[in-house]
């Protein structure tokens, strides 16, 4: 079992949508939790980070970290062509930029 | 403010040959990172530099992989032999403190093995 599950997809929704995007983990350990936004040929864009539990909003983004349940999630309002791209969470137990994991990522599609 | 510069963008390699790339971080960040990442998954640290020093690469395979980062700006890293298994995206960050936050990440360079 990975330290860090997502949901590969692809996740296709229409534009306007509401987008769900979550990972899973297994180290109870884990309290910094990151969002990466990363586009066909291009290297991964912090999207939100967030500290141990609770909800953080940016624009359209909400990140929700419930530790209890080891389940991070992202949320996208008003959903836009443009946020066509992988999603991939990150995680570590303290703030220290060499013990990131990575989950593999879910690919998300928005149709006009 | 200049992003992280990586190239090639693109390299293309038989196995049992050897392969190098180059990475120029943001001005400043004194921090330097290396990652491999898989088709379908997420990056994986390979090396990780605080100004001309190695802070971590545990994960490097160090039988076949070698970095540098000689004047603690520029790095290189290199394959020798490859294998086919190398295929994937390197993609190098940097960050001006080190923080789990913080980086920034170049386009990375796609390598196929052949």
């Known amino acids: 079992q990975k330290e860090v599950e997502q949901d590969p997809g692809p996740l296709s929704v229409p534009e306007g949508a509401i987008v769900s995007l979550n990972c899973t983990y297994s180290?109870?350990?884990?309290?910094?939790f990151m969002w990466y936004r990363q586009y066909s040929r291009k290297g991964p864009e912090l999207l939100m980070y967030?500290?141990?539990?609770g909800n953080k909003e940016d624009g359209r983004f909400t990140a929700q970290v419930d530790k209890s349940s080891k389940y991070i999630s992202l949320f996208i309002r008003d959903s836009q062509p443009s946020d066509s791209a992988t999603y991939l969470c990150?995680?570590?137990?303290?703030?220290?930029?060499?013990?990131?994991?990575f989950g593999g990522g879910t690919r998300l599609m928005v149709k006009p | 403010e200049a992003g992280v510069a990586q190239s090639p963008r693109y390299k293309i390699i038989e196995k049992r040959q050897s392969v190098a790339f180059w990475c120029n971080p943001i001005?400043?960040?004194?921090?330097l990172y290396w990652y491999q990442q898989i088709l379908g998954q997420g990056p994986k640290l390979l090396i990780q530099?605080?100004?001309?020093?190695?802070?971590?690469d545990s994960q490097l395979p160090k039988d076949r992989f070698s970095a540098e980062r000689l004047k603690g700006v520029d790095s290189t890293l290199k394959i020798q032999p490859a294998k086919l298994e190398d295929s994937a995206v390197y993609l190098c960050?940097?960050?001006?403190?080190?923080?789990?936050?913080?980086?920034?990440f170049g386009p990375g360079t796609r390598l196929t093995v052949l």
């Open positions: 180290n109870s350990a884990f309290q910094y």
């Open positions: 960050a940097s960050s001006l403190d080190g923080g789990a936050y913080t980086q920034y």
């Open positions: 990150a995680m570590s137990e303290n703030n220290a930029g060499n013990m990131l994991t």
């Open positions: 967030t500290y141990s539990s």
């Open positions: 530099f605080q100004n001309n020093g190695v802070v971590d």
């Open positions: 001005s400043g960040h004194a921090t």
